[in-house]
Protein backbone atom coordinates (compact mmCIF):
# COMPACT_ATOMS: atom_id res chain seq x y z
CA UNK A 1 0.00 0.00 0.00
CA UNK A 2 1.33 3.40 -1.28
CA UNK A 3 1.00 5.81 1.70
CA UNK A 4 0.23 9.61 0.65
CA UNK A 5 1.28 12.87 2.40
CA UNK A 6 -1.38 14.81 4.36
CA UNK A 7 -1.79 17.34 6.33
CA UNK A 8 -1.89 15.58 9.61
CA UNK A 9 -5.85 15.80 11.28
CA UNK A 10 -5.13 14.60 14.40
CA UNK A 11 -3.18 16.86 16.93
CA UNK A 12 -0.36 15.23 19.66
CA UNK A 13 -3.25 15.25 22.26
CA UNK A 14 -5.93 13.43 19.62
CA UNK A 15 -2.75 11.05 18.61
CA UNK A 16 -3.14 9.86 22.05
CA UNK A 17 -6.36 8.32 21.59
CA UNK A 18 -5.95 7.21 18.35
CA UNK A 19 -3.13 5.14 20.16
CA UNK A 20 -5.55 4.14 23.01
CA UNK A 21 -8.17 3.08 20.55
CA UNK A 22 -5.95 0.90 18.80
CA UNK A 23 -4.26 -0.62 22.10
CA UNK A 24 -8.41 -1.95 22.88
CA UNK A 25 -8.41 -4.13 19.83
CA UNK A 26 -5.88 -7.47 18.82
CA UNK A 27 -6.03 -5.69 15.09
CA UNK A 28 -5.77 -2.00 14.69
CA UNK A 29 -8.08 -2.56 11.64
CA UNK A 30 -10.73 -2.57 14.51
CA UNK A 31 -9.96 0.92 15.25
CA UNK A 32 -11.24 2.11 12.42
CA UNK A 33 -14.96 3.32 13.86
CA UNK A 34 -13.66 5.46 16.73
CA UNK A 35 -10.97 6.92 14.12
CA UNK A 36 -13.74 7.79 11.66
CA UNK A 37 -16.20 9.29 14.60
CA UNK A 38 -13.26 11.39 15.83
CA UNK A 39 -12.58 12.38 12.73
CA UNK A 40 -15.90 13.16 12.02
CA UNK A 41 -16.47 14.65 15.74
CA UNK A 42 -13.61 16.69 14.85
CA UNK A 43 -14.56 18.22 10.90
CA UNK A 44 -18.25 17.46 11.11
CA UNK A 45 -17.92 14.77 8.16
CA UNK A 46 -15.43 12.52 6.92
CA UNK A 47 -13.94 13.42 3.18
CA UNK A 48 -12.76 10.57 1.28
CA UNK A 49 -9.12 12.08 2.11
CA UNK A 50 -9.75 11.73 5.38
CA UNK A 51 -10.48 8.01 5.21
CA UNK A 52 -6.75 7.71 2.92
CA UNK A 53 -5.44 9.13 6.29
CA UNK A 54 -7.02 6.76 8.83
CA UNK A 55 -6.17 4.01 6.65
CA UNK A 56 -2.70 5.58 6.69
CA UNK A 57 -2.83 5.68 10.47
CA UNK A 58 -3.86 2.19 11.12
CA UNK A 59 -1.65 0.27 7.92
CA UNK A 60 -4.93 -0.92 6.67
CA UNK A 61 -6.17 -0.55 2.82
CA UNK A 62 -7.91 2.84 2.10
CA UNK A 63 -10.74 0.91 0.88
CA UNK A 64 -11.62 -0.92 3.52
CA UNK A 65 -12.11 1.96 5.17
CA UNK A 66 -13.80 3.64 2.84
CA UNK A 67 -16.08 0.25 3.09
CA UNK A 68 -16.81 0.87 6.71
CA UNK A 69 -17.55 4.71 6.41
CA UNK A 70 -19.89 4.23 3.31
CA UNK A 71 -21.53 1.08 5.42
CA UNK A 72 -22.72 2.96 8.51
CA UNK A 73 -24.98 6.01 7.66
CA UNK A 74 -23.93 7.16 10.99
CA UNK A 75 -21.21 8.38 8.50
CA UNK A 76 -21.14 11.86 7.14
CA UNK A 77 -19.20 11.32 3.44
CA UNK A 78 -20.45 15.12 2.76
CA UNK A 79 -20.82 18.45 5.17
CA UNK A 80 -23.72 18.49 6.73
CA UNK A 81 -25.87 21.48 8.35
CA UNK A 82 -24.47 23.28 11.46
CA UNK A 83 -27.64 21.57 13.17
CA UNK A 84 -27.79 17.95 11.35
CA UNK A 85 -31.73 16.85 12.22
CA UNK A 86 -32.15 13.14 12.23
CA UNK A 87 -35.90 11.86 12.51
CA UNK A 88 -36.79 8.25 12.71
CA UNK A 89 -39.75 7.14 10.96
CA UNK A 90 -38.84 3.28 12.18
CA UNK A 91 -42.72 1.26 13.26
CA UNK A 92 -43.18 3.13 16.81
CA UNK A 93 -42.15 6.51 15.48
CA UNK A 94 -44.13 6.41 11.90
CA UNK A 95 -47.25 4.99 13.82
CA UNK A 96 -47.09 7.89 15.94
CA UNK A 97 -46.36 10.61 13.59
CA UNK A 98 -42.86 10.35 12.80
CA UNK A 99 -43.45 11.03 8.93
CA UNK A 100 -45.50 14.05 9.51
CA UNK A 101 -42.56 15.09 11.28
CA UNK A 102 -40.35 14.58 9.26
CA UNK A 103 -42.14 16.13 5.82
CA UNK A 104 -43.28 19.65 8.22
CA UNK A 105 -40.14 19.99 8.71
CA UNK A 106 -38.84 18.96 5.05
CA UNK A 107 -41.12 21.76 4.18
CA UNK A 108 -40.50 24.33 6.36
CA UNK A 109 -36.84 24.53 5.50
CA UNK A 110 -37.64 23.68 1.52
CA UNK A 111 -34.79 20.75 2.02
CA UNK A 112 -35.13 17.31 1.08
CA UNK A 113 -33.72 14.32 2.81
CA UNK A 114 -29.76 14.74 3.03
CA UNK A 115 -29.81 18.16 2.03
CA UNK A 116 -28.70 21.49 3.43
CA UNK A 117 -30.57 24.86 3.70
CA UNK A 118 -28.81 27.20 1.91
CA UNK A 119 -27.13 29.31 4.39
CA UNK A 120 -25.36 25.57 5.89
CA UNK A 121 -27.70 26.05 8.89
CA UNK A 122 -29.72 23.10 8.81
CA UNK A 123 -29.65 19.37 7.07
CA UNK A 124 -32.12 16.91 7.71
CA UNK A 125 -31.79 12.98 7.82
CA UNK A 126 -34.73 10.19 7.76
CA UNK A 127 -33.45 7.31 9.90
CA UNK A 128 -34.46 4.22 11.47
CA UNK A 129 -34.49 3.52 15.30
CA UNK A 130 -33.19 6.07 17.15
CA UNK A 131 -34.03 3.64 20.31
CA UNK A 132 -37.16 5.97 21.81
CA UNK A 133 -39.55 3.84 21.16
CA UNK A 134 -42.34 4.62 23.99
CA UNK A 135 -41.54 8.42 23.86
CA UNK A 136 -42.01 8.34 19.85
CA UNK A 137 -42.22 10.09 17.82
CA UNK A 138 -38.35 11.40 18.15
CA UNK A 139 -35.49 13.17 16.37
CA UNK A 140 -32.00 13.83 17.30
CA UNK A 141 -29.53 16.95 16.58
CA UNK A 142 -25.69 16.48 15.73
CA UNK A 143 -25.97 12.64 17.20
CA UNK A 144 -26.02 14.31 20.68
CA UNK A 145 -29.15 16.31 21.45
CA UNK A 146 -32.79 14.38 22.01
CA UNK A 147 -36.10 15.70 21.15
CA UNK A 148 -39.18 12.80 21.96
CA UNK A 149 -42.86 13.02 22.32
CA UNK A 150 -42.89 15.60 19.61
CA UNK A 151 -45.94 17.36 17.97
CA UNK A 152 -45.90 19.84 14.96
CA UNK A 153 -46.02 22.83 17.56
CA UNK A 154 -43.20 21.64 19.67
CA UNK A 155 -40.65 21.21 16.37
CA UNK A 156 -41.75 24.58 15.58
CA UNK A 157 -40.72 26.20 18.43
CA UNK A 158 -37.49 23.71 18.19
CA UNK A 159 -36.66 25.05 14.83
CA UNK A 160 -37.64 28.35 16.04
CA UNK A 161 -35.18 27.94 19.13
CA UNK A 162 -31.86 26.49 16.70
CA UNK A 163 -32.83 29.47 14.66
CA UNK A 164 -32.30 31.92 17.02
CA UNK A 165 -29.48 30.07 18.78
CA UNK A 166 -26.98 31.55 16.01
Not at 90 to 104: A, E, R
Not at 116 to 121: A, C, E, K, L, R
Not at 156 to 166: G, I, M, P, T, V
Amino acid sequence: MKTQEYTPLFDESEMQTVKMHISKYPKPMAAVMPLLWMIQEKYGWISVDAMRYVGDLLSIPHDHVLGVATFYSMYFKKPMGKFHLQICTNVSCMLCDGYKIFNHISDKLGIKNKEITPDGMFSIEEVECLGSCATAPMLQINNKEFHENLTIEKTDELLAKLRNSN
